[in-house]
Every structure is written in structure tokens, then in C-alpha cells.
């Protein structure tokens, strides 16, 4: 069996801050005050982390309210404001919403839908009626501002699920992908658009829409998109991933593929299908695809695809995970270098390749020890059986842009790698506790003590049945993950 990804980091979208950079001066009003890197960076431009533009970036994640009687509910939404000490959980946004039947699902994406110059929260809230009956879904945006997000409120473009954010046409301006289900959805079929910004009405309806079809004539809807600007010309890509068991449907599309690829253009979403072989193979499983993830790894301006894929483990067996980086390129997504594959085996990089470790998932980029190279970071779910790890491989000073280089490694670290569990000295709490299991870090990477390192938050998530879910800010030093000064906060520290 695979693990079970968190519903908050199913669907993998790089974030995007769009237009309105022009208003950062005025909304550091209030920084005149303060002094040092955050500061400084506030009023350039904001991060697309930072709701607030307070020169901090903020932590957004999907929770389960904890209840006395041990009954299951429905995820909640908290988002935790950052702050010179990280973030703060006194400082948050939570939404409870059990008592209007309505609960959260994700993804959560940020993008600037007005072009305000403050990014907002996107994502999808379901309503449930009587029961028997599926549910309604909607798109919701929480604006950004000055004084954090503001109260969640609909898409005037009604019952659709964004699932990616990006600027798909080039014009600037943000746009949503809304792929589309299928019949088998408990929600019912729902027709595949892209809406396309700036949104008006608060951010809440789109300047224009279009069809975006993308079912595989109507067998199999989209399970994940993953956006890139993977050939550089400023126009955002989608990699889209499907699950389906078709070997013994007769009635299955020749044609069917367990990975599209769209590339961005003037005239929106179009599908090139050369890499999409390529890239089915690296995320298979026999479970379908693999979520993949997007940033640009080896510093050369355009995004690269991070595949997390099956792997093999020493004696034979599936499921140990290795992460391939394809890279992008003018010509296209694979069109030039190599791939670079690293797993449990490869020089320098912790542990050992074991039966259904994943290491490689939730891969994301980010300069955790700020030397100007991009870093990888990436789970480990299934490791000593779901109790879960969390790696650093930070990119080598010699590499082609600063790429990380296994090769460069002669042993277990020697070159930055690193690994964090809840057995690693200095991080509190206990792999045995009750809740324990899963744990993993929640992309995307973070500064949320404005120190121009990438700090990682990662969680346990619990269950919807009493036992607590927790999180883990780890900061970004100049010597990678710190271990020093750890903080951990739970759900009832949100207040629920």
C-alpha cells in the first residue's frame, strides 16, 4: 500500500504572486520602524508566502478539531502568522465550520487574484446536505491584506474545484485551473474549465473563462496538477496526473496516460504530449502516479519537475522511493540535461533504501542555509513503518548552478544531507506517542522568521478521532536545518 498523502499537499501548485507589486511601499507603512532583512524585503516586493506583507511568510494547513466523544469530523482550516520568532499560534486565522455542515478539502493555493499586491488563499470548501446526498463544492478565496486574510467567500463562478494557480496566458495576471471530475466523483461529473484573472469583485470572479478539457474522452478527471514555469517563457505549465484501474476495462481509451502535460501559451492550456511517456514512467506505481513537485533545482531561471517515483530497495523490493529531477528547458520539459536520480543509495544521502520508505515525496526547492543554491527537502512517509522522515540535500556549491551533487558525497552527510525524525536529538516529542506516525513536512518551504533562510514546518497529522495533530518549525541556518530552539505547537494551541 502507499501512504496516505495529507489532503493539504495532494494536489502540488507553485505559488504565484502576480501584478500589483507596485503597492509594497504602501503597505509598509508600519516597517519603517523595524530594521534587517525582513524588513528590507517587505518593501521590495512581497513574498508569495506572506499574506499580510509583513515581510513574513505564513503557514497555511488543513486540521481535524478534536473532539471529546472521539467521533470523526471535518477538517478544519488554521492559518498561523509568522513573526521575527517564526510563527506565532497566538496570531492566526481558524475555521472551524462543523456547525454549517461544511468542511475543507484543499489544495491551498496562493495567488494574487486582484492584483492587490497581497496574496490571497485559495481553495475548496464542501457542504454537506442530507444525508445520502453528495456534497456541493465551491472554490472559496480569503483575501490578503494588511491585517491578515479576510473571512472566506465564494467564486461568483459557482460548484467548481480549483486545483492549480498560475498565470496560464502570460498577461500577468493570475488564473485558476478547474481540471473537471468525472462520474465516479461523489460530487458528480463537473466540466473542466481554466478561469482566467485579474479577478474583480474582490477576487472573486474572473475576468473571462474557457473550456479546458482534460478528461481522456470522459473516462478519468485529473487527480493532481502540478504548475511550472518549466520552458521559461513566463507562461505557467501543468503537469496533470490521473488515477484509474483500466487493465481489465475493455471499454478504457486507447489513448488513456496516467500523466498529461499542458504547456502555457498566448491562447492559454495546450497539450504537448511528447514528455508525457517519459514522465508517466518516473511517477508510476502500481497504485497510479505519484504527485510530483516543481522548482527551479539547479538555478538556471526555469522550474524543473521534481518525480517522486517507486524505486527499489536493496534486496529487490518496491516502494523505497527515488526522487528524478527533470529539467527544464527553452525547448521543453526533459528537452536538454540529463536527469538527475537520487535515492537512499546514492552517496551522502541518509539511511538505506527499505520496502515502502517513499523516500522522495513532497519534494520541493528552497535555499535553506541562504548561499544563493537551491536546496531539495522531501519525506519520507513510510519510513520504520509510517513513522516518517524528513531529508535535506542542499545544493553543491560546484554543481552545474548550484544543484545538489550526490556524486560530490564520499559518505553519509558529509556534504550537508540531512535527516530529521522525531528520534533526532533536540526535536521534541516522541515516535512512540500516541499520534506520532506520519511524520512529514507540509510545503511548501517557508521564511517565516524573515531571515532569508527557508524554514520547514513539518506535522504529525493525527486522526479525526482524538489524537492530536502537532507541528514542527524548523529554521533555516547557514548550516542547513537547525535542530536548536525547535518549536512545536498542537491543534489545541490554535484554540480547537
Given at each position: 500500500m502507499r501512504p496516505i498523502v495529507p489532503a493539504a499537499a495532494a494536489t502540488v501548485c507553485a505559488a504565484v504572486l502576480l501584478s500589483g507589486c507596485g503597492d509594497a511601499g504602501e503597505s509598509g507603512e508600519g516597517d519603517g520602524q523595524r530594521r534587517g532583512k525582513a524588513a528590507a524585503k517587505s518593501l521590495v516586493a512581497k513574498s508569495s508566502g506572506d499574506f499580510n506583507g509583513d515581510g513574513y511568510d505564513d503557514f497555511a494547513t488543513l486540521v481535524n478539531p478534536p473532539t471529546k466523544s472521539g467521533s470523526p469530523q471535518s477538517p478544519g482550516l488554521a492559518v498561523v502568522y509568522g513573526s521575527a520568532r517564526g510563527l506565532?499560534?497566538?496570531?492566526?486565522?481558524?475555521?472551524d465550520e462543523r456547525s454549517d455542515h461544511r468542511q475543507y478539502q484543499g489544495p491551498l493555493l496562493r495567488a494574487d487574484l486582484d492584483g492587490d499586491g497581497y496574496t490571497d488563499l485559495v481553495?475548496?470548501?464542501?457542504?454537506?446536505?442530507?444525508?445520502?446526498?453528495?456534497?456541493?463544492?465551491?472554490?472559496?478565496?480569503?483575501?490578503?491584506?494588511?491585517?491578515?486574510?479576510?473571512?472566506?467567500r465564494p467564486l461568483t463562478v459557482g460548484g467548481v474545484e480549483a486545483k492549480a494557480a498560475g498565470d496560464f496566458d502570460g498577461d500577468g495576471a493570475a488564473d485558476l485551473l478547474v481540471p473537471g471530475r468525472d462520474g465516479d466523483d461523489l460530487a458528480g461529473a463537473g466540466k473542466g474549465r481554466v478561469l482566467y484573472g485579474p479577478f474583480g469583485a474582490g477576487g472573486r470572479t474572473p475576468a473571462r473563462t474557457a473550456d479546458f478539457v482534460a478528461d481522456q474522452h470522459g473516462y478519468a478527471a485529473p487527480a493532481s496538477a502540478t504548475t511550472g514555469d518549466f520552458d521559461g517563457d513566463r507562461?505557467?505549465?501543468?503537469?496533470?496526473?490521473?488515477?484509474?484501474?483500466?487493465?481489465?476495462?475493455?471499454?478504457?481509451?486507447?489513448?488513456?496516460?496516467?500523466?498529461?502535460?499542458?504547456?502555457?501559451?498566448?491562447?492559454?492550456?495546450?497539450?504537448?504530449?511528447?514528455?508525457?511517456?517519459?514522465?508517466?514512467?518516473?511517477?508510476?506505481?502500481?497504485?497510479?502516479?505519484?504527485v510530483p513537485g516543481a522548482g527551479d533545482a539547479d538555478n538556471d531561471g526555469m522550474d524543473d519537475l521534481l518525480a517522486p517515483g517507486e524505486g527499489t530497495e536493496q534486496g529487490g523490493g518496491s516502494g523505497a522511493g527515488k526522487l528524478t529531477v527533470v529539467h527544464g528547458a527553452k525547448a521543453g520539459l526533459g528537452v536538454g540535461r540529463g536527469d538527475l536520480s537520487v535515492d537512499?543509495?546514492?552517496?551522502?544521502?541518509?539511511?538505506d533504501p527499505q520496502f515502502n520508505d517513499w523516500f522522495g515525496a513532497l519534494p520541493a526547492v528552497g535555499d535553506i542555509n541562504d548561499d544563493g543554491s537551491p536546496?531539495?527537502?522531501?519525506?519520507?512517509?513510510?519510513e520504520d513503518r509510517d513513522k516518517g522522515r524528513v531529508t535535506l540535500l542542499p545544493g553543491s556549491p560546484g554543481g552545474k548552478g548550484g544543484e545538489y551533487d550526490p556524486k560530490r558525497s564520499k559518505g553519509e552527510g558529509d556534504s550537508g544531507e540531512r535527516a530529521i525524525d522525531l528520534d533526532t536529538p533536540g526535536v521534541p516529542g516522541s515516535r512512540d506517542a500516541p499520534g506520532s506516525r506520519g511524520f512529514g513536512w507540509e510545503p511548501p518551504l517557508l521564511d517565516v522568521d524573515g531571515d532569508g533562510h527557508a524554514d520547514v514546518i513539518t506535522s504529525t497529522p493525527g486522526?479525526?478521532?482524538?489524537?492530536?495533530?502537532?507541528?514542527?518549525?524548523?529554521?533555516?541556518?547557514?548550516?542547513?536545518?537547525?535542530?536548536?530552539?525547535v518549536r512545536r505547537f498542537r491543534v489545541a494551541d490554535l484554540g480547537l
Open positions: 506565532d499560534p497566538g496570531k492566526r486565522l481558524v475555521l481553495t475548496v470548501r464542501l457542504t454537506f446536505g442530507k444525508a445520502g446526498t453528495p456534497p456541493t463544492p465551491e472554490t472559496v478565496v480569503l483575501r490578503g491584506g494588511r491585517q491578515g486574510l479576510a473571512r472566506p507562461r505557467t505549465d501543468v503537469v496533470l496526473t490521473y488515477s484509474f484501474d483500466a487493465e481489465q476495462d475493455d471499454n478504457a481509451p486507447p489513448d488513456l496516460t496516467s500523466v498529461a502535460f499542458y504547456r502555457g501559451s498566448a491562447r492559454g492550456l495546450v497539450r504537448h504530449q511528447p514528455a508525457e511517456e517519459h514522465l508517466a514512467a518516473l511517477l508510476g506505481t502500481q497504485d497510479g502516479p505519484n537512499q543509495a546514492s552517496p551522502g544521502v541518509p539511511g536546496d531539495l527537502v522531501v519525506s519520507s512517509p513510510g486522526d479525526a478521532y482524538g489524537k492530536p495533530q502537532s507541528f514542527w518549525v524548523f529554521r533555516g541556518a547557514d548550516d542547513g536545518l537547525s535542530t536548536d530552539d
